[in-house]
């Protein structure tokens, strides 16, 4: 990458690597599963923070499971504008965000009956090219995977020779010095990039993964209900419709299906509700790995999987 640079000059220098290495994985529980997400730096920490703060409520009113969720999803969101920044250089305080008295204090604030504002600051709305794919092999190996081109700049340039496409995904800095995530030197900005992943009985379960910028948190969790609460396979919970609220203008985005259910409801209640097709609702691309002791299978493990039909996917077994 040196040698290849852009230009008179070389974009990237030898000095510019020591810094990389590998970040530590948000992981908390949820029912008997265990979810893992990417570092604070994205969005894992809301995806979890949803999750838990929910849990209550989706036992109490099960068939209602979309009108609580979104509530939760401003509550974590507001923490994500609030905290999330390179641990680098900010304390972030997981410990307290993933905690089950954390999810309490949340859940507390949420009134279901009335529409709340989210009051945050910042929007990470910005246009991109991401794409996810998950793969398994027979013997138990999976990957959760997500990358961004991003942006024109430095983005879909690929390195002669070894195949590699360089991207872009420095841009959703602030220059807000209230913000933790105000851009400072050698500190890296926050980006959307979320690659989940479910563990059962500490063992590898099913692979998350939707893209779509800040709708990867929103769509995890929205995933995360329908195969756990609802009870839908995988390819059936990815088809479901689903909804994208944006922080800052507080709209909430409901696909058609979904806003001719609940549409009328939530917008009594006082919240932006509005219509709209599956474009900006992600795209899902999962597996799932189940054992069956004694079939054919090695170690009696065999697949599932869901591709979703809003994007080019497809789901591929040989």
Not at 5 to 13: E, K, N, Q, R, T
Not at 85 to 111: H, M, N, Q, R
Not at 195 to 224: C, I, K, N, S
Request: some cysteine; overall charge negative; charged content about 20%.
């Amino acid at each position: 990458m040196n040698e290849f640079g852009f230009g008179p000059g070389p974009a990237v220098d030898p000095s510019d690597f020591p810094s990389a290495a590998a970040v530590e994985v948000v992981i908390t529980e949820l029912r008997v599963f265990a979810q893992l997400e990417n570092t604070a730096l994205e969005r894992g920490v809301v995806m979890i923070d949803v999750g838990k703060a929910g849990n209550p409520n989706r036992r109490l009113i099960k068939r209602m499971q979309r009108l609580l969720i979104r509530p939760d999803a401003k509550l974590a969101y507001a923490d994500l504008y609030r905290y999330n920044a390179d641990p680098d250089f900010v304390a972030v305080p997981l410990a307290k965000l993933l905690s089950e008295s954390y999810a309490a204090t949340l859940c507390g604030k949420i009134d279901p009956q009335h529409a709340s504002t989210p009051g945050s600051e910042g929007e990470f709305t910005l246009p991109g090219d991401t794409i996810v794919l998950s793969t398994a092999d027979s013997d138990g190996n999976m990957v959760s995977w997500v990358n961004s081109n991003f942006g024109i700049f430095g983005s879909g340039i690929t390195v002669p020779g070894y195949g590699v496409m360089l991207h872009n995904r420095g841009a959703l800095f602030t220059l807000n010095p209230r913000s933790p995530n105000v851009l400072e030197p050698h500190k890296r900005p926050f980006n959307t990039l979320s690659a989940g992943f479910a563990m059962r009985g500490g063992e590898p379960w099913m692979t998350v993964t939707l893209m779509g910028g800040d709708m990867q948190a929103q769509g995890h969790a929205q995933l995360m209900v329908n195969i756990l609460d609802l009870g839908a396979n995988l390819q059936a919970a990815a088809d479901m419709a689903r909804f994208r609220h944006a922080q800052v203008s507080n709209v909430l985005n409901l696909e058609t299906p979904l806003y001719d259910l609940v549409g009328p409801q939530l917008a009594a209640m006082g919240h932006s509700v509005k219509s709209v097709n599956g474009e900006d609702m992600g795209g899902v691309q999962a597996i799932m790995m189940l054992t069956e002791p004694g079939s054919a299978a090695p170690d009696g493990r065999y697949f599932r999987s869901g591709s979703d039909f809003r994007k080019d996917g497809e789901a591929v077994g040989w």
